[in-house]
Structure formats: C-alpha cells, structure tokens
C-alpha cells in the first residue's frame, strides 16, 4: 500500500495567486514527520517545509504553509502569492519514528506550473 | 558552507561496464540514503546507511552495491546486473539517532548515469 499519496499529477496556477497541493499519508506510528520539497527542471531537491505529528500549529516558512489536518492523515501545501520560478515537481515525503525514522518515504509528486 | 558532493553531474558508460557514483558530505549527519529516479516519477530508495560500517536494501537494491568506510563517504556501484540503469540518481544525508524525526533529507545535485 501507498504510504504517501500525491492525487495531482500535475496542477496549474496563475501567477500571483495562491495553490494548494494534497497529500495523504498512511503511518500507525504515533510518531513521525512530514516533508515537502521543491525538485525544478534542474533536478535538485530543495527542502520547503516540516510538520511534526505532535505539532499543534500548522508550520509555515515564507509563502510556504502546511495544511495538517492529523484526523484525516492529510499535510496539504499552500503557496501563496505563486512566481513563475514556483514551476517544478513537488514531493511529499514522511519520516517515522519506529527506527529512528532511517527511511524517508516519498510521495510520486505533482507538477506544478505557473502561468504568467 | 556544509553540504553533499556528488560527481561527476553526467556519467556515460557502456552496457556491461560497472560505474561508481561518488557521494561526500561533510555535514556530520550519520545517515546516508541513494535514491534512484526515473523520468516523471518519483524518489525509489536504493540503499541506506546509519552508522559506519553498516547498510541496508532500500526497495530497489538488486544490481547495485554501496561501501561506507567513512562518516564523510557513501559511494554506490551500478554492476552490469542492473537491467535499466539509465537514471538520475540522488544521495542525500541526514541526522539519525532520537530526535531526529524532524530532520530533512539533505541532498546532493545528482548524477545523470546513462548506459548505451
């Protein structure tokens, strides 16, 4: 079974507004962490945004926030204000904490693009 | 500035030939990871490492092979008993141990491998 689930395929958004990218996750670990990261044409990985389980507010960095809804097992990422530069692949990624959390598991991404 | 090495960017190599990727990071993080990817797809774990001395299969070890002799160094090894090895390949680090379930994957920029 799918452990991260990323239901866009690929998403479209017209510059300067904002877009929310789903993600669904399945753990029984009490303990764990979630992760978004930004992948451009280029092909690096850049780190945007971390949400603990145990964490009670919803994280945010910059126009980077994290919808957590813990019932649902949803971490939704919300750009706002979106740039022309947002255009690459988004993955989802969790980390549990049964062994340490030694193994990220990554969702298949979504393939935002921005529309001047 | 801290971060993780990997070389060369483009690698080419003839069918049968085994290849080496190089991977170095002088963050001081315990844990390695290769990722494998192919095009339009997302991150498959290959092998990982917590300590010195000691590795584990991710989910797509066969045909391949890793060292770590050093901290600082988690080299992966393409053998000619990989089917498809033409890929993007990835190594990150991160923390390991208690505590660091909220520790990101720090990557490299990649390897470009492609066999003809």
């Known amino acids: 079974a799918q452990k991260i689930t990323q239901t866009q395929p690929g998403m479209f958004v017209q510059e300067k507004e904002a877009v929310t990218l789903d993600c669904t996750y399945d753990t029984s670990d009490p303990s764990y962490g979630l992760f978004w990261y930004k992948q451009p044409s280029s092909g690096e990985m850049i780190f945007l945004i971390y949400?603990?389980?145990?964490?009670?507010q919803n994280a945010t960095e910059g126009r980077y926030s994290l919808n957590f809804q813990k019932a649902r097992k949803s971490a939704n990422l919300v750009i706002s204000a979106s740039q022309l530069g947002d255009s690459a692949m988004y993955f989802c990624?969790?980390?549990?904490?049964?062994?340490?959390?030694?193994?990220?598991?990554f969702g298949p991404g979504t393939r935002l693009s921005v529309l001047p | 500035d801290g971060g993780i090495t990997q070389s060369p960017k483009y690698l080419f190599r003839k069918e049968g030939q085994n290849v080496t990727l190089s991977c170095e990071q002088n963050?001081?993080?315990?844990?390695m990871y290769w990722y494998r990817q192919d095009p339009g797809q997302g991150l498959r774990l290959i092998y990982y490492s917590q300590i010195v001395n000691d590795f584990q299969k991710g989910d797509i070890a066969e045909g391949y092979s890793v060292s770590r002799e050093k901290k600082e160094s988690f080299p992966l090894t393409v053998t000619s008993a990989q089917k498809n090895p033409t890929a993007f390949y990835l190594c990150a680090s991160s923390r390991a141990r208690e505590g660091a379930i909220s520790s990101p994957l720090h990557f490299g920029n990649g390897t470009r491998l492609t066999v003809t």
């Open positions: 990624a969790m980390r549990e904490g049964m062994d340490y959390g030694q193994n990220f598991v």
């Open positions: 963050l001081n993080h315990d844990a």
């Open positions: 949400q603990g389980s145990y964490d009670q």
